[in-house]
Each structure stands twice: as structure tokens, then as C-alpha cells.
């Protein structure tokens, strides 16, 4: 039985395809690497603030991935869920995603 955390709307297709997959792994690859990056400069014991700005360029880095799959998503999923007829379902979820983002 799924929770409700895991449940789909009923117009949220099983699969989704990225239309810029390649050029979003590479982002995610390149925060993979900065994420080691700051474990490494932790071991090191390297200035703390030389860190946190490490830290910031990740955290920006994740939001610029995370906008980038919010924009396929307006353009692909909810354009398709408003054209057929589930839209409000579709902007509710919309809503509860960019509430997550909203800091």
C-alpha cells in the first residue's frame, strides 16, 4: 500500500522523458564531484568559511537543476494535464512542489 507521499495525481504519467537529460547529468555529476570536494576540505580541516561558500555554490547549484526540471515540467506535464481537463489537480501539485523551493 503507498502512503500518501507517494501518491501520483492521476495525470502524472509512470515515466517521464527529460528533454535536456544529458546536459542535467552532467550538472548533477559536477555537484557530485563539489560535494566531495567539501567532505575532502571537512577532512582537512580547512577554514570554515572557505566551506560554507563551497556549501552556497552547492546550494546553488542544486536550485538552478531543480528549476531547470520545474520549467520541463510547467512546459511538458502541466501544459498536457491543463489541455486535458485536470489542470487543477496539476497547479495544486505545481504549488506543493514550489512550497518546498520557497525559502
Request: proline share 3%; with cysteine; hydrophobic share 40%.
Amino acid at each position: 500500500m503507498k502512503s500518501s507521499a507517494d501518491k501520483k495525481p492521476c495525470h502524472a504519467p509512470d515515466m517521464v522523458v527529460q528533454p535536456d537529460k544529458e546536459a542535467l547529468i552532467k550538472r548533477l555529476n559536477r555537484i557530485e564531484g563539489q560535494v566531495r570536494g567539501v567532505a575532502k576540505m571537512i577532512t582537512e580541516d580547512r577554514y570554515c568559511v572557505d566551506i560554507l561558500n563551497q556549501v552556497s555554490a552547492l546550494q546553488s547549484a542544486l536550485d538552478a537543476v531543480a528549476m531547470r526540471l520545474l520549467e520541463n515540467h510547467t512546459h511538458g506535464c502541466m501544459q498536457g494535464a491543463i489541455k486535458s481537463g485536470n489542470g487543477d489537480e496539476a497547479i495544486d501539485e505545481l504549488m506543493m512542489v514550489v512550497r518546498k523551493f520557497a525559502r
